[in-house]
């Protein structure tokens, strides 16, 4: 199987990269840090790109969508990576449609899924509860109450939760903390008694909030899937959300490379082109075949998922981890590269090595993913 782009795939990216250039530089997210924006991201640009069927890529044309796959998310999310776009694709089409697609009723994906696909609304999934990815690690509790739940707890680093419409939040019904039994996913709307969601300031300028349960009661509609049996729809959801990260890393590394390579061609130092030092093009060769072996990487685990293969699991630990050290690597060269402008606020660069530390950490590092890829196997 080559691990290449079609030619409909190629059409993608070049329309898409074309657009996040003009219409969404590093600029653009430079703009929203420096301004405070209280959104975080252009209303007005997510509406375009839904316009162009791109908030519903991946989502069945019954409700709206493109019908297409996650290897064009894929193509779409790299080309984002490029420029840092801060947009809600990861939270709304990726983790909050996600969930409701796999694990939600007939009702639910008709309440839900259109807005999304018309830029109407915005969904995130609040899983996490402490500074370091554990997805069973959930003390929020869902304690029965009436023909519904009540929720009690509390959610971190929840992607774009500050301007959330629909909250899928991760409880749990029973069990211990720590076990993959007893979770069940609920549908909670921010605006509901007893939600408080405070919006946290990120490194690298994306967009995430706390959000705070003290006893919500939402109804018997909002449990998406089965109770108890949450874990069911979640797993396949990180794995997919891992993979979606992935390639915005491909994109933040590539574009970071990229611009290195131009800059050793033009910076002169003892009356000579950077470019020409040897140690320097060793460095650059590493970068690139590092890149190279993680572009394969990633287009596997994204037709995996367009594929049903059963192996989805060990290839998103393997992509996510290899992604956090390429990014991690390439950024960090970029900057050194770059020497002391590198270092300023004016130089872009710095710009992508916070967002490759930041997603280095969503979902999982890569001491996290080998470990998985470990237990995954057997060991």
């Known amino acids: 199987m080559a691990l290449i782009l079609s030619e409909e795939q190629q059409m993608l990216q070049q329309t898409v990269r074309a657009f996040v250039a003009e219409r969404a530089p590093v600029a653009h997210l430079r703009a929203l840090r420096d301004t405070q924006d209280e959104v975080g991201f252009s ?9 162009l069927g ?3 890529i991946t989502l069945p044309e019954e409700f709206g969508g493109s019908g297409l796959g996650h290897a064009e998310l894929g193509v779409l999310l790299e080309e984002c990576g490029r420029t840092l776009m801060p947009e809600p694709f990861l939270s709304t089409l990726v983790l909050g449609a996600e969930a409701v697609r796999l694990g939600g009723s007939e009702d639910q994906k008709r309440k839900l ?3 999304v696909c018309s830029g109407d609304s915005i969904l995130t999934l609040a899983f996490q509860e402490s500074g370091r990815f554990a997805p069973y690690r959930i003390a929020t509790r869902a304690e029965s109450s009436g023909s519904g739940h009540r929720l009690t707890g509390e959610k971190l680093f929840v992607l774009d939760g500050h301007v959330a419409d629909h909250i899928i939040v991760v409880a749990r019904s029973e069990g211990d903390d720590g076990s993959r039994d007893g979770l069940s996913l609920f549908m909670v709307d921010p605006s509901s008694a007893g939600v408080e969601v405070t919006r946290t300031s990120m490194v690298d300028s994306h967009n995430a909030a706390r959000v705070k349960l003290e006893g919500v009661e939402v109804g018997a509609d909002a449990l998406l899937g089965e109770v108890g049996r949450g874990a069911e729809i979640l797993d396949p959801v990180l794995d997919r959300a891992m993979v979606a990260v992935s390639a915005e890393l491909l994109g933040c590394a590539t574009e970071a490379f990229e611009r290195t390579i131009a800059y050793l061609k033009i910076r002169d130092q003892f009356g000579v082109k950077i ?3 040897q140690a320097l093009k060793h460095r650059a060769a590493v970068m690139f075949s590092e890149l190279e072996l993680s572009r394969s990487s990633v287009l596997d685990a994204l037709r995996a998922i367009d594929e049903g293969r059963e192996e989805l699991p060990t290839l998103a ?5 290899r992604l956090s ?8 060269e970029a900057l050194q590269m770059h020497g002391g402008i590198g270092m300023t606020d004016e130089e872009e660069v710095g710009f992508f090595l916070k967002r490759a530390r930041a997603a280095e950490l969503f979902l999982g ?6 470990d998985r890829f470990a237990r995954l196997q057997g060991f």
Do not use: C, I, N
């Open 317 to 321: 630990s393997t992509t996510k981890a």
């Open 325 to 332: 050290d390429t990014a991690a690597l390439v950024t960090r």
């Open 365 to 370: 590092d890569s001491s996290y993913h080998r």
């Open 113 to 115: 899924l259109p807005g």
């Open 275 to 277: 470019g020409s030092f």
């Open 54 to 56: 791109w908030t519903g």
């Open 43 to 51: 209303r007005a640009l997510w509406q375009e790109m839904a316009e």
